[in-house]
C-alpha cells in the first residue's frame, strides 16, 4: 500500500533553492556542474530516455559504467520518469550480466565506451531492445542525446513506497539477488547519514566505492545530494591518488567511506606517516570486519575510523559509531540510528542476552521490500512481524553497543566449538608482516571443522613493487590443515570484501 507521502526530487529542490551552489566534481573529466548545471542535464537526460527509447514509468534503465557524474544523471533521470535506475557490476563476467539482464529486463542498457565488447554480448544475450554509449563528457550518444533533447517534461507523482533502483547483491556466496530500493529507504538513510555523520549544505563527499554497490551510491553520495553538499567522484580506487586527494587541502573533502582493504592500502603509502587528515570530518568504514590493528594504526596518528554496519537491503545505514566513541569502542560497529530497530536472535528466533552472539535482525524504514521476482527469497527473508535477516553474527556489550561478530554462515564448529573466523583473523592481523588473511572452516576428522587461514605478507618495501607472499596455514587456537604457499593475493568482489567461497577447501 502507498504512503501518501510524496517522493520529491532532490536535485530540482536545490536547484531552485541554491542554484549556484557546486552539486558535483567528475575528477577523471574536470567536469563541475553546480545544482542548476546538474538540474538542466538530468532534465536532459530524462527527455533523452524517453524520446529515444520510450522510458516510462517502471521501465528499468540499466547503466554500466566506471564511476561517473553521468551515472549520478541518469539515476536521478529515472526519478523524472518514474523508471528504475539498474547500476550493473563492471567486474562482472558476460554470463553473469546476462543472469542480471535476464532477471530485471531493462528497456536500454546506457555503457561506458570501456565496456563495449561485453555490452553488446550482454545485449544479445539477454534481449535487450536498446543501447546507448557514454564516455565521461567526451563524444557519445549520451552526450549527444542530451544536446538534441527537447521538450518539456510532466514527471509522475511517486509515493516514497515506489522503486527507485535495483540493486544487485554482491553474490559472495551464489546467484546475486536484486534488491528494491525504495524512495522511502533512500530518504530515511540520508536523515541517518546526516544525523550520525554531519553532512551539510557544506560537505565535499568524496566518491570512490563503486557506484554500482551500495556503499557508492548510498555512503554518503546520496545523502549529500539530499542534503545539498558536494560529490567528488574519483573514477576508481589507487591508493596513490586516494592520499593525495585526502591531503588536499584545497579541494577540501570532508567525508568519505572505504572498506578495510582501501586503508590497508592507504597505510602502506609512502607519506602515509606524515599525512596530515585532520581536516575530514568523517572517514567512515564498513563492508567487512575491521582488523583492530588497523584501528589502533590510524588511532595512533589521531584519525578516527568510523566504524558501520550496512547491507544493500538496509537503505544501507544500519550501525554506525560515533566519533566521540570511535577509539572508546574500538572494534563495534556502534549504534543503530535513530528510526531503525535491531535485536539478535538464536536459530530459534529467541533474543538472546546481552553479551551472547546469534543472528542480527533489523526493522524500519530504511529496509528494503523484498528482492525483484523473489517471492521465496522473500518469504525466508523476513519475520512474521517484520524483521529482516541480516545473516550477520552480532553481540551487544553491557552497554548496549553492538559487535558484528562474523557472518551468521561463515561460523563453524571444532570440537563442539562455534568459532566465528572474523575473530581469529583479528588475531593473524596482530602479527608482524601481515597485510590480509581470511579464515575458512574445513572438514576435519577428528575435530569436526577446523580453520584454515589464507595469509598474504606485506611486501618487504612499501617503496618497492613485486608480488605478496602469501601462506595458507592452520590458524591458532585451532587445528588441522597443513601449510603451502597458494596465490598472490586474496579474492576480492568490487568493493573488497574477500570472497570465501573462491577459497580452497580441500
Known amino acids: 500500500m502507498p504512503s501518501g507521502i510524496p517522493a520529491e526530487d532532490w536535485i530540482a529542490h536545490h536547484a531552485r533553492f541554491s542554484p549556484w551552489t557546486p552539486a558535483a566534481h567528475d575528477l577523471a573529466s574536470e567536469r563541475r556542474f553546480t545544482y542548476a548545471e546538474l538540474d538542466e542535464r538530468v532534465t536532459r537526460a530524462a527527455l533523452w530516455l524517453a524520446a529515444s527509447f520510450g522510458i516510462g514509468r517502471g521501465d528499468r534503465v540499466a547503466v554500466l559504467s566506471h564511476n561517473d557524474t553521468d551515472v549520478f544523471e541518469l539515476q536521478f533521470a ?12 563492471w567486474r562482472l563476467a558476460v554470463a553473469e550480466l546476462e543472469f542480471i539482464s535476464k532477471d530485471a529486463s531493462p528497456t536500454v542498457l546506457v555503457y561506458g565506451t570501456e565496456f563495449s565488447d561485453a555490452a553488446r554480448e550482454v545485449c544479445r544475450l539477454a534481449a535487450i531492445p536498446h543501447a546507448a554509449t557514454l564516455a565521461s563528457g567526451r563524444p557519445s550518444d549520451y552526450e549527444r542525446g542530451l544536446v538534441a533533447a527537447t521538450g518539456r517534461l510532466a514527471p509522475p507523482a511517486l509515493d516514497l513506497d515506489d522503486t527507485w533502483t535495483i540493486m544487485y547483491t554482491s553474490g559472495t556466496t551464489g546467484r546475486p539477488k536484486g534488491a528494491q530500493i525504495t524512495y522511502r529507504m533512500c530518504v530515511f538513510n540520508a536523515v541517518h547519514c546526516a544525523m550520525t555523520v554531519g553532512l ?9 566505492l563503486p557506484i554500482f554497490h551500495t556503499g557508492g551510491l548510498n555512503v554518503y553520495a546520496n545523502p549529500t545530494f539530499h542534503t545539498g553538499g558536494t560529490n567528488v567522484v574519483m573514477r576508481s580506487f589507487d591508493a596513490a591518488k586516494f592520499l593525495a586527494l585526502l591531503t588536499d587541502r584545497q579541494l577540501g573533502l570532508t567525508h568519505l567511506l572505504g572498506v578495510p582493504s582501501n586503508f590497508l592500502m592507504l597505510a602502506q603509502q609512502p607519506g602515509f606517516a606524515e599525512a596530515d587528515l585532520s581536516h575530514i570530518v568523517c572517514i567512515g568504514v564498513g563492508g567487512a570486519p575491521l582488523p583492530l590493528a588497523l584501528l589502533e594504526t590510524y588511532g595512533a596518528k589521531g584519525i578516527k575510523l ?3 554496519w550496512g547491507m544493500t537491503e538496509t537503505g544501507p545505514l544500519g550501525l554506525l559509531l560515533s566519533s566521540e566513541m570511535a577509539l572508546k569502542k574500538v572494534g563495534s560497529s556502534g549504534l543503530p540510528p535513530l528510526y531503525t530497530r535491531l535485536k539478535i536472535c538464536d536459530p530459534e528466533g529467541r533474543e538472546v542476552k546481552r553479551g551472547e552472539t546469534g543472528e542480527l535482525l533489523i526493522k524500519g524504514p530504511n529496509v528494503m521490500p523484498g528482492y525483484w521476482n523473489r517471492p521465496e527469497a522473500n518469504a525466508q527473508a523476513f519475520t512474521e512481524d517484520g524483521y529482516f535477516h541480516t545473516g550477520d553474527a552480532a553481540r551487544q556489550d553491557e552497554d548496549g553497543y553492538y559487535y558484528i561478530v562474523d557472518r551468521w554462515k561463515d ?3 571444532s570440537g563442539g566449538e562455534n568459532v566465528y573466523p572474523a575473530e581469529v583473523e583479528n588475531v593473524i592481523y596482530q602479527l608482524d608482516g601481515v597485510l590480509e588473511n581470511a579464515v575458512i572452516g574445513v572438514p576435519h576428522e577428528k575435530w569436526g571443522e577446523v580453520g584454515r587461514a589464507y595469509v598474504v605478507l606485506k611486501p618487504r618495501s612499501t617503496r618497492r613493487g613485486g608480488h605478496h607472499r602469501p601462506l595458507r596455514h592452520p590458524a591458532r587456537p585451532l587445528q588441522g590443515a597443513e601449510g603451502r604457499a597458494l596465490h598472490a593475493e586474496l579474492p576480492h568482489n568490487a568493493t573488497g570484501k574477500v570472497l570465501k567461497h573462491h577459497l580452497p577447501r580441500d
Open 78 to 89: 529515472c526519478r523524472r520518469l518514474g523508471a528504475i535506475f539498474l547500476p550493473l557490476n
Open 200 to 208: 551539510t549544505p557544506q560537505t565535499k563527499n568524496l566518491v570512490f
Open 306 to 308: 568510523q566504524q558501520g
Open 411 to 413: 561460523m563453524f564448529i
